[in-house]
């Protein structure tokens, strides 16, 4: 019995040594499982920190290597880190301890809270574009464009962005505005009317027209151009368009009418001006138009009074020639009577009586002359001018040949006189009235008549000079005037001088005289200068 239970002792040790043994080896084997693996975690842990090592590294050399300006705040906005490129540009190191509310113009405060408070709620913050003071630049604009930096689990711990300088382009912005202020001011106040259009339809009307027109803004933009122009003008105005629309023109002026809300209508001159693309396709068309109704119905009345005053003008010439021809026989008449009868009588009658007959035979030849002198002054015209080359030496030696110049009296040019472009028989008929007037009014007995020229830019300046009797100061303007003389008035018509100035008016020129009583007269005058 003692024999089976130790056989079975024995046995149940035996088995419990063999797995104790198993155990051991399971364990011995485990355990170098687990060594392994330590090791081998070991190894993978140094090669993950080299490579946070290397990507740290790489990190810090982009973030160094930025371009622009690049900052990184915590969250009560202290910068903590900033590359070279924000350093230069803000000027100030993270020793400085700046902070994103001392570097903010006052007036961008209640910008900043807002534009920070979306960062904290979103993550992100765009185009945040305040005004900060840079310690060396002054105030400058920046754009900044940033986002929350989070730890592993999400917590914001900072904030980074980076810097745009835009001070150029707020500056830029800010004097287009401008400009487009002073632009807007200007079409508004502009008395022509301003009509922009874009594919017939209206973006812009300025008060002008809406006062033209009769309409509102708001009902000129649901009309277009054609709606409001008058059906004479219609084919005119749709004929230029087409040219615009196909890169024919690119603008035109016309003078159409148009037609108003009362259904009355205006005319006025109208420019319409393309403005295209830079692939010259038409984007919009802008017309200024200034009503020239009230220039055009003053042109009409003056080609009506035009016409008239030209009928009428005839009808007076031809009235003087019916005048003169119709006088001037009644006086040879009487010219021819009053000679016959000093030629049978003269001896016959008393010295009284001849002298009657004498008086009566100078009044005769006055009346001949004034009659001739109205007729000369009626055909004064600029359309009757036959202009040429005209020596005024030549003229002048002819004249002194013709006219009676008393003994006592010189006629000399003190200069070469020009040759100039005119109608000679005007420039004739000019200086010797002058001449003719100066010698009869020399009463010393030296009498001397000097004539001479100076050549100015635009015209020519002529002078009579004569040591005569003189012309008292209120005489200088009412001698041109027809039928005004001084002096004696048997010797003067009252035309003489009215001619000449009609003739200078003729040529765009100016007359005025200088003179002084018992000393002498010089009259000046210009003809400007013919092409």
């Given amino acids: 019995m003692e024999n089976k239970e130790t056989t079975l002792l024995k046995k149940a040790i035996e088995r419990q040594k063999k797995a104790r043994q198993q155990a051991e080896r399971i364990l011995e084997e485990r355990s170098k499982e687990l060594y392994d693996t330590a090791e081998h975690l070991r190894q993978t ?112 711990v ?23 202020q002073r632009l807007d001011i200007i079409v508004e106040n502009s ?61 035109f002026t016309m003078v159409k009418k148009y037609l108003r809300k009362n259904g009355s209508y205006f005319s006025a001159k109208t420019t319409v001006t393309a403005v295209r693309n830079l692939i010259g396709e038409l984007k919009y068309e802008v017309a200024l138009i200034e009503d020239i109704t009230h220039e055009l119905e003053l042109e009409e009345e003056k080609k009506q009074l035009v016409k008239d005053l030209e009928t009428s003008n005839q009808g007076l010439q031809e009235y003087a020639h019916i005048v003169s021809h119709d006088l001037k026989s009644p006086l040879r008449s009487i ?64 004249i002194v040949d013709v006219i009676y110049i008393p003994d006592h009296v010189e006629v000399k040019c003190v200069n070469e006189l020009p040759t100039i ?26 009498g001397l008549v000097e004539v001479g020229c100076v050549e100015r830019k635009k015209y020519w300046e002529f002078s009579v000079k004569d040591n005569g009797v003189g012309i008292p100061k209120e005489y200088h303007e009412k001698i041109f005037k027809i039928f005004q003389s001084i002096g004696n008035k048997e010797r003067s018509t009252g035309i003489g001088l009215s001619i000449v100035k009609k003739i200078i008016d003729l040529y765009e020129g100016k007359v005025w005289l200088e003179s002084e009583i018992g000393v002498g007269t010089t009259f000046f005058f210009t003809l400007k200068k013919q092409k």
């Fill in 158 to 180: 900072a904030a980074q962005g980076i810097l745009r300088d835009i001070t150029h382009e707020i500056e830029i912005k800010s004097l287009l505005d401008l400009q487009k």
């Fill in 45 to 156: 842990n140094k090669i993950l920190e080299n490579l946070l090592a290397q990507k740290t590294t790489q990190l810090d050399n982009v973030f160094v290597n930025i371009i622009d300006p690049y900052v990184v705040m915590d969250l009560k906005g202290k910068i903590i880190k900033m590359n070279s490129a924000a350093e230069e540009f803000l000027g100030y190191t993270v020793k400085d301890n700046v902070s994103l509310a001392s570097l903010v113009h006052p007036d961008y405060k209640e910008y900043t809270k807002a534009s920070f408070k979306s960062l904290y709620a979103t993550g992100l913050i765009k185009k945040y574009s305040p005004r900060i003071n840079t310690k060396n630049k002054g105030f400058r604009y920046v754009e900044v464009n940033g986002s929350l930096i989070k730890d592993k689990t999400g917590t914001p």
């Fill in 421 to 446: 472009y005119a109608d000679r028989t005007k420039v004739h008929q000019l200086i010797q009235n002058f001449l003719s007037n100066a010698v009869v009014h020399i009463e010393r007995e030296k």
């Fill in 335 to 398: 010219s021819a009577l009053t000679t016959w009868m000093y030629e049978d009588y003269k001896d016959k009658l008393d010295d009284n009586g001849v002298y009657n007959l004498k008086m009566m035979q100078e009044k005769v030849e006055s009346m001949d002359k004034l009659i001739d002198g109205i007729l000369k002054y009626s055909t004064i015209k600029s359309d009757h001018l036959d202009n040429s080359l005209v020596n005024v030496n030549e003229v002048v030696k002819e």
């Fill in 191 to 251: 008395p022509l009317g301003i009509w922009l259009t874009s594919n017939d339809k209206l973006v812009k009307a300025n008060k002008a027209i809406e006062k033209m027109l009769g309409y509102t803004e708001e009902e000129l933009k649901s009309m277009n151009a054609m709606d409001i122009t008058s059906v004479d003008s219609l084919q005119t105005s749709q004929d230029y368009r087409k040219q615009l629309f196909a890169g024919e023109i690119d603008d």
